[in-house]
């Protein structure tokens, strides 16, 4: 089943963990878990999974894909004061960010790393300002990808929609 919304590609996932950096026993925070793939990649590094989705099939196939994970169904807003504090967070899914921001820089371990996956570039830059008035602006990228296609006897390369890549550290 695909979900609505734009997939997280796959080696937007190795960025995304590389930049995040995970260690045994963290706890992760995956916001807008979508299809579980960025959670099963954590669940690699550490057993502490917990994701949010708004949609239940999205919540489902977290749960399928890892289920060593705790995944919730709701808002991110109303689910993130029961968990525990992160030390790490991928934020995948951005609706409703204004409101759940303040609460998970309060669930923010000291040294919390938030990487956070956009395709446009307006929220991109909301992002990065929530992220410089929090005091925990690191670095944006844009991460191109080009998938090899056949074209006659040779092949030719077609681009994926560029990601923008927020990181912060708290």
Known sequence: MKLPGTATQEENIYIAMGKLNILPGQVFFDIGCGSGAVSLA??????????????????????????????????????????????RCFIGGTRGIEDFWPLLLKKAAHGCIIVVDLARLGIAARVVDMMKEAGIFQEIIQIHIERGYALGEDIALRPVNPIFMVIGKC
């Open 42 to 87: 954590a669940s690699r590094y550490t057993d502490r999974v917990f994701g949010i989705d708004r949609r239940e099939e999205a919540v489902q196939m977290s749960r399928t894909k890892v289920p060593s994970g705790q995944f919730f169904l709701g808002e991110a807003s109303e689910i993130l004061p029961k968990l525990p504090d992160a030390d």
